[in-house]
């Protein structure tokens, strides 16, 4: 697949509509339409070589999951069905949103990191 793959896991639906503005911007020919992690299927993931990840934070490294309240699912349940998964020569960009108030120093980061 040639397109970029653009998943995120989101509570309140800002990570979605973030991954909505992504998908906007780049465009139907570059990537593809945005999916919920809840809802993906690692199959889904791995056709892609260029992956844009969203996540929304929780307090200081916590990830998002039915442990910290998440009633469908997250990124705590999809990472574990990619444990076997070979994710290498992959270029993945990682974006995160939260509260730039009380978590000023570790609001919304982004990284871009290939996969050796």
């Known amino acids: 697949m040639n397109k970029i793959g653009i998943f995120y896991g989101t509570e309140t639906g800002m990570t979605e509509a973030m991954a909505q503005v992504m998908y906007r911007v780049l465009g139907d020919d570059i990537a593809s339409e945005p ?50 998964s070979d994710l290498s020569g992959k270029r993945v960009a990682l974006f995160g949103l939260g509260n730039q108030q009380k978590y000023y120093d570790r609001f919304n980061i982004m990284i871009a990191l290939p996969v050796p």
Not at 37 to 51: G, I, M, P, T, W
């Open 35 to 84: 999916v919920n992690v809840n809802q993906a299927k690692v199959s889904e993931l791995l056709q892609y070589k260029v992956l844009i990840l969203g996540a929304p934070s929780y307090g200081v490294g916590e990830l998002p999951g039915r442990t910290t309240g998440s009633q469908d699912g997250n990124w705590e349940e999809f990472l574990f069905r990619l444990d076997d």
